[in-house]
């Protein structure tokens, strides 16, 4: 099977290099099969590429690309933390989706699957995930999105 | 023990049909002895059963009645994780609640109620869980809650 | 090493009295190795010691605080899971943090470093955890944070 690397590429992408957490905590940990991923922003070139509130200005197109842009910076941590081997990744067992929104705003699930379109697309069938995604008052730097995830690894 | 269908049939209620989801994700996954279900909304009949916010129109009553939905919801995919067996959840370890609202609204423990009464009176002990419950700006479809669940298996 | 209630009292801190909960849920869970800890509030002497939201009137240290107090909370049904020894924590895996802030608040993460710095503190490395860090339109009985925490242990 072609690594996660190899479609990422053929989609024209790429990990990012991860993102140093803000203050006093890690990206990730593994405990145990579970590998925990810190919420992500959607940064991009050392900022973050989407700000700003569905509902309020911002498009869900735009929504959509954040979360995209979100995962793929879990990506980057999960990459770190495997050692730099994707193919460590059993399974995508959940996203969290975070979507910065006017309280009028309800189309959170065509934002959020902008993460996990681009999951499935690189992981196939392992990565299927469980997910939550709920509209918020506002994200940390004024993000439009943030991404947590949990993944089985072997 | 009584079984859970049993209770549920004693107190006039039965396990939905469950929802497919509306994206491109999965409704449950099982990893080793752990059983996360997605986000589950207050769906009834193919439709959202409670809408709006509290705080601004809906009543606590009402979020009540939304939490107690998505939390039969929540049952559905279990159900169906388990292969029609509910008899297999040893354990509910953690319901996230998130509630719809306006920024002055505080009651959010009691809307939250109709899910972990529920999950009690049908679970007993083993029903007893952690739960984490916040107020949202908004959630998918306009729904006044969501309830996301995390069960030990066996 | 010191223990974790050592470091405490230099800080001129203490475990507080685990707050019940106030529905029909419970406190925390041990789930093989992983103990869940419901989201807590910045409760002290019974009350919620820090209120309102970031942005209408709390300051960042104030809600640093609350994000503090709320962790010391953590710490409390954490000791009462751990039969009284919070030795038996191998590793702070996961925080999360809600914080009560208005649409154009966007420093959550230096009030949510009020939990982090201080499980740093007391922790090590093994209090070095991956976290997720959200605002919220509203908490439960209009706290300003809500800290919920997944810890494994021994």
Do not use: W
Not at 45 to 55: P, W
Not at 84 to 95: E, F, M, P
Not at 132 to 144: K, M, N, Q
Request: charged share 15%; net charge negative.
């Amino acid at each position: 099977m072609e690594s996660i690397e190899a479609r990422l590429k053929a989609l024209g992408l790429q990990v990012p290099e991860p993102v140093a957490p803000v203050a006093n905590y890690v990206p990730f940990i593994i405990a145990g099969s579970l590998l925990f991923v810190s919420g992500q922003l959607p940064m991009r070139d050392g900022q973050i590429a989407v700000t700003g509130k569905l509902g309020a200005g911002v498009t869900i197109a735009e929504a959509r690309e954040a979360c995209r842009i979100a995962f793929l910076n879990v990506l980057a941590q999960a990459k770190l933390a495997c050692g730099g081997d994707l193919g460590r990744i059993a399974r995508v067992v959940r996203l969290g989706g975070f979507i910065a929104c006017t309280p009028d705003f309800t189309q959170h699930a065509l934002a959020m699957n902008g993460a996990s379109d681009l999951c499935v697309e690189l992981f196939g069938e392992a990565g299927r995930h469980t997910r939550t995604t709920i509209g918020v008052a506002s994200l940390p730097a004024d993000a439009t999105a943030e991404v947590e995830a949990l993944f089985l690894v072997h």
